[in-house]
């Protein structure tokens, strides 16, 4: 179950942060009201996955590394923002350090 929350908490910041994007750029209040309650769901989500026994580092930094990797990507496909080669690898490097941490925390 705290998987499930701690990909909860994943979703919900990456939906927020790109409602963030849609509000800066004059899409009014509904989507300012969707950062919002985006960032507070991913937090309680996050909070309630720590409650449940995962462990700190290890939830932050899969939820955090998780959060750029996926914001870049929909960013890409969403807004057509530029994902070049080396914000590719970038996303790799993230991906091989969440692995990283998950092996870590097993050991």
């Known amino acids: 179950m705290t998987w499930?929350?701690?990909i909860g908490a994943i979703l919900t910041e990456?939906?927020?942060?790109?409602?963030?994007?849609m509000a800066s750029h004059g899409g009014g209040t509904k989507w300012l009201a969707g950062t919002?309650?985006?960032y507070l769901a991913a937090f309680g989500c996050l909070t309630l996955a720590l409650?449940?026994?995962?462990?700190l580092g290890v939830a932050y930094g899969i939820w955090a590394a998780s959060g750029v990797a996926l914001?870049?990507?929909a960013s890409r496909i969403l807004f057509h923002?530029?994902?070049t080669k080396v914000m590719g690898a970038g996303i790799?490097?993230?991906?091989?350090?969440?692995l990283c941490i998950e092996l870590g925390a097993t050991h």
């Open 4 to 6: 499930i929350l701690l």
């Open 81 to 83: 923002e530029p994902l």
């Open 71 to 73: 914001t870049a990507v």
């Open 51 to 55: 409650d449940g026994g995962l462990a």
């Open 92 to 98: 790799g490097l993230i991906a091989v350090g969440v």
């Open 36 to 38: 919002v309650a985006g």
């Open 14 to 21: 990456v939906a927020a942060t790109l409602c963030l994007r």
